[in-house]
């Protein structure tokens, strides 16, 4: 059950409205995630800004990134966001063996080995940063990541580490 209730449109001021309807229109719906975000206007704001910039933006591809969601969630436990980018991988055309793949052995799934490094970098970064060895940015260099790839894997595991603990810690319901 929802430690916070989440905020309905009609209930919000316009300010609000104006970023829900920015969100529907990105997913055709306002996820309860962006709902539960609506009582601290600031915050819904930096993140929907974020998840634009992080998610929408960049060089890697959307099922890079979903996978990246998806992988780093599974990690963390965080129901909410595995379903919501279960569901987002699928929408992008992903089918279920290959999701089924990317979750048992993504070494199996359709990446390219550029990308299935950095996914797994992502992971490793997730759940020991300290202890990622040095060759480990060597290993990504010659798989051909730049920089500017490895600092937006990360910022899309840093994304999404942040959403499973706002999620789980306020136990919001699964809306996907």
């Not at 919000?12 to 995630?33: C, K, S, T, Y």
């Amino acid at each position: 059950m929802p430690r916070i209730d989440t905020k309905k449109p009609v209930e919000v001021p316009e300010d609000v409205q104006v970023i829900f309807r920015e969100i529907e229109g990105a997913f055709g719906m306002v996820p309860n995630l962006f709902k539960t975000y609506a009582h601290h206007l600031p915050l819904l704001r930096a993140n929907w800004n974020k998840v634009k910039a992080v998610m929408m933006e960049g060089a890697l591809s959307p099922k890079v990134k979903q996978t990246i969601a998806v992988l780093v969630s599974r990690d963390n436990g965080c129901a909410y966001c595995v379903a919501a980018h279960t569901g987002a991988l699928k929408a992008i055309g992903v089918s279920d063996a290959e999701i089924s793949l990317i979750e048992q052995n993504i070494e199996l799934a359709d990446f390219s080995e550029k990308e299935k490094a950095l996914i797994g970098f992502a992971r490793s970064a997730n759940s020991a940063p300290l202890r990622i060895p040095d060759g480990e940015f060597d290993f990504l260099r010659r798989a051909g990541a730049t920089d500017a790839e490895i600092v937006e894997a990360l910022g899309v595991m840093e994304l999404f580490t942040s959403f499973n603990k706002f999620l789980d810690s306020l136990q919001v319901e699964i809306d996907f």
